[in-house]
Every structure is written in C-alpha cells, then in structure tokens.
C-alpha cells in the first residue's frame, strides 16, 4: 500500500523567496516520488522524478528535491519563487516507474509581488 | 516531445447521455494508459488502467459498466461514460506509458459538465 501527504493546502511566498513544498510518503516497498505541476484547467506537467539514483533530484524550471529514506520525505524546493510557479503542485508515489501512482492532495503555491 | 491529447477538451451534457472522451499518444505508442478524475481543488483519482488489446482494471469502487474503456490501439484510449449523472462532473486526465521508454505523460484533461 502506497499513500502521500502533503503538508500544507496553501503555500504562499513573496516573489524571489524560497519555496519550500513538503511532501510525506509510506510505501511497503521502495519508491518511486514524483512532483507535477498543474496550471488551472490544464493536466499535469512532471517537475521531477526520483527512481533510486540519486537523493538529490534536480528538475526543470529550477526545482529540486531530496529524498530522505529516514525521515520518508520527499520536500520540494526552488531557491528563487516567480511568478509563473503560481500553481497547484501534487507529490506522487508509485511501486515502478511508470506504474499507477498515488496522488497527495496537492499544495496551491502563490506567489506574491 | 512525447505528447498526449485528449478530446474534447470540455463537454457538456444533459443527464442520462453519454460522452466519449479520447487519449491519444501523438508521437509514441502507449501500451498502458491511465484514468483519473480529478474534483475542484482536489487530488487526482486513478480510477482504471488501460491496456491495448485487453480489457481494462478498474479501481475499488468504478463501476465497469458505467465507465466504458476501450484501448483498441498503441495510441487511442477511450473512456465512456454511459448515462451520466451530474455527480459524474468532473476534470478526467488520462496519462499514457511510452512503450519503449516507460516514461508517463498526461494528457491536458477533459472537464465534463453534465446538466
């Protein structure tokens, strides 16, 4: 059984800020994390993928994350918000690669001027 | 770049009808494709898996005969969705798994209203 949690419903930072999106997962066998990314209206768009290589996952548009096996974390994070990370951003956990996964509620990132 | 579509992009219905709803893989062959639904300021939902030739797995709690899947090719999915109600409104995404590579692509969803 897989599930996610994402800390956190709404998120808001000012525009140059840190962001920083926590997600929790529990698998009963090793993961596979993923984090999209959802405009309004729009499907999913995949921000980073870890798959076992390294901890440390580096994304598009400046994301990244750490996957932490101890504290089952998986946190997204970018140094520097802009305007166009206004989003919805969903955590994901699956048994494979490209298996069905199991979404977290999602985290409504605003970014303010 | 891989790229998934899904038609029509909206649709609305009166209750009682049926709506076909598309996935297409443009530009690679997708031998598994995936349904969820998605509610306002929800997460997704997978409700099916699609394999091409065979017939799809539904999750706890679908019901097969109202939500009809047909994946008659390396690149088409279809879902139908027989009789709709309007508490079958919903935003439904569909992601398909490039063949050769593995790797998943959504598709840009389809919001039905069903009135």
């Known amino acids: ?113 | 770049g891989a790229v998934v579509s899904q038609h029509p992009s909206w649709v609305i219905c009166k209750s009682g009808t049926s709506v076909k709803i598309e996935c297409r893989s443009l530009d690679f062959q997708a031998t598994t494709m995936f349904w969820y639904r998605q509610f306002p300021k929800q997460s997704l939902m997978l409700m099916a898996t699609s394999n091409e030739g065979s017939k799809a797995t539904y999750e706890q709690g679908v019901e097969k005969d109202k939500f009809l899947i047909n994946h008659a090719s390396l690149t088409l999915s279809t879902l139908t969705v027989t009789s709709a109600h309007p508490e079958d409104s919903s935003f439904y995404i569909c992601s398909a798994r490039n063949r050769v590579s593995y790797e998943q692509y959504f598709g840009p969803g389809t919001r039905l209203t069903v009135t």
């Open chain 1, 1 to 113: 059984a897989q599930s996610v949690t994402q800390l956190g419903s709404h998120v808001s930072v000012s525009e140059g800020a840190l962001v920083l999106l926590r997600c929790n997962y529990s698998s009963s066998v090793p993961p596979y994390l993923f984090w999209y990314v959802q405009y309004p209206n729009q499907g999913l768009q995949l921000l980073l993928k870890y798959t076992s290589a390294a901890t440390l996952v580096k994304g598009i548009n400046g994301f990244e994350a750490e996957f932490k096996k101890s504290e089952t974390s998986f946190h997204l994070t970018k140094p520097s918000a802009h305007m166009s990370d206004a989003a919805e951003y969903f955590c994901a956990v699956s048994a494979t690669n490209a298996g069905k996964s199991t979404f977290g509620d999602g985290t409504t990132l605003t970014v303010k001027p």
